[in-house]
């Protein structure tokens, strides 16, 4: 694993995502730099200084420091809520050295790309967009861990304007935290994440959703079990991150929805029709596919197949 | 907690939930008689002896054998798979005492009982119809547990034809063993579990049916995560039985999947028209009702609120 080297890294949003970037690298990188944190208020960052995830916090809406906190980053990084990257990036845009690689951390991508070519204009190609999966049930500097990244897949959406040393850069990065860095276009991301994240939450929610509008709701709850259980766990997902994912990702999310409308429909006339042998098929075909991915290990990336 | 004491018990299919009856009663009730296993084979509850479940196996095809097996039983429980009820009722009808009570354990309600009033006929009395829920991701009579119902619920389903102390000798049973015993008609019992247990099933396998329909299925398995693990775990359940419980129950399924899909095309038109205010509602409703529904003690019982 190639040792990752930097004089100064920018986090923008020091939660959990940018926080446990800060402290995997502080563990493992080679010759780990200064890192800076930039919050809304410099108040919002000083808790992660105080933890030592940080050295240093700036206030975004402070100029000056602003400006003294991008002057000489070799990587800028957003792990603000994606609705925020498009006002973020703008507002660095003009402080950018040339040399900074600026890459994000959002749930969805072809949006962010949208977003940060209005943003960034001619300066796009310094944007290498990027998604690390990792669990985000805790939230928070406080959660923040130095190998929440360990064998974690991070996708980046490499554009057509970068050039290859600066998605490089941010792959070295990722790799020095312990993650698999894989590549895939944006349009990519954005179908397989809207397949296996974005549609079994909606899923998940709708059926809490219809049980809490039946009159005998109550009931139903007292006797929900562990299917209904892990099903629905993450029903409990934060409303704000989901509805703003649902929105950011609508056009993969309302393919994935009209065709897995189109499978149940064919599920409900099995069992209309009572025809068992394709019930009995279809759940086989299901239960081996499920168990296979388990035994291959489940949430672990098959390997790392990273830019080369 | 009423003492149950017995003459005998004769148990048709010693396997989790059988066995598990058998070994609870051992375990907790006051003056414990003899446990008869009653299987296809007498070698397929032998193992059931060896192990100490119960005191004796009968094969159901020796007449003799069936015949002295249900002589003097005070209880009878049928354990197979809900296929198997209407045969086997039938098969016992002849032989029952008239002081015999009848109980099963199926995971569906209406069919058995239609079933029921079909082999028992004027009979029929005697049938208590059951339902322990507990859970059976492990199998057969090896994994058998004294403690599986503690706190479990048990449905009972009494039939407008039985007399209250033959309800309340099942009901003693069951609570002898730890368990909440909870009464409520045939159809709501149906209509509860199509909504917190067989439609969750029936998304979970379409979920994995769906993506293993696409071409780039490997990929999307590669970067599912622990929202599509948890979604999914239930698809690896069993695909016979899950078959037999769609089609058993299937028009309280066929009427829950109805009311689903009428609230997941809100979520979509929420989704397509961008709302996101309606999206945010539904979801944090969700999470509110999740939430207080796993604080509330998530898959154990609220109390129990058994036969009076």
Redesign the interface.
């Known amino acids: 694993m190639a040792a990752f080297s930097f004089n100064k890294l920018v986090i923008f949003g020091v939660g959990l995502i940018g926080g446990s970037l800060a402290r995997g690298l502080r563990k493992r990188a080679g010759a780990a730099g200064r890192i800076v944190g930039v919050g809304r208020s410099a108040r919002s960052v000083e808790r992660a200084v105080e933890l030592g995830v940080i050295d240093e916090a700036a206030a975004l809406d402070d100029d000056a420091a602003l400006a003294r906190a991008l002057q000489g980053a070799d990587v800028v990084l957003i792990a603000a809520p994606v609705a925020q990257t498009e006002p973020l990036l703008a507002r660095i845009a003009p402080l950018l050295d040339a040399h900074t690689v600026v890459t994000d951390a959002g749930s969805t991508k072809s949006d962010v790309v949208a977003s940060a070519r209005r943003a960034l204009g001619e300066r796009i190609a310094q944007f290498v967009p990027g998604h690390p999966?990792a669990?985000c049930e805790s939230s928070g500097v406080e959660a923040a861990l130095p190998d929440l990244y360990v064998d974690r897949?991070v996708?980046l959406c490499p554009l057509p304007e970068n050039v290859a040393q600066d998605v490089e850069r941010i792959a070295v990065m990722w790799r020095a935290t312990g993650a698999c860095v894989r590549q895939?276009s944006e349009a990519?991301h954005d179908?397989?994440?809207a397949?296996?994240?974005h549609?079994?939450?909606?899923?998940?929610?709708?059926?809490?959703?219809?049980?809490?509008?039946?009159p005998?709701?109550a009931?139903?709850?007292?006797?929900?079990?562990?299917?209904?259980?892990?099903?629905?766990?993450?029903?409990?997902?934060?409303?704000?991150m989901?509805?703003?994912i649902?929105?950011a990702n609508?056009d993969a999310?309302?393919a994935?929805?009209?065709?897995?409308?189109r499978?149940?429909a064919t599920?409900?006339a099995a069992?209309?029709t009572?025809d068992?042998a394709a019930?009995?098929?279809?759940?086989?075909?299901?239960?081996v596919?499920?168990?296979e991915?388990?035994e291959?290990g489940?949430?672990r990336?098959?390997g790392d197949i990273a830019a080369k």
């Open positions: 999966i669990g897949n996708v895939m990519q179908r397989v994440f397949s296996v994240s549609l079994p939450h909606v899923l998940s929610f709708a059926l809490v959703d219809q049980i809490l509008a039946t005998d709701a009931l139903k709850f007292s006797f929900a079990a562990g299917g209904f259980r892990d099903f629905t766990r993450i029903a409990a997902s934060s409303p704000e989901w509805r703003d649902c929105l609508r999310l309302l994935e929805l009209d065709d897995y409308t499978v149940l599920f409900r069992i209309e009572s068992g019930l009995e098929a279809a759940f086989a075909r299901s239960r596919a499920r168990t991915w388990q291959r489940g949430i990336p098959s």
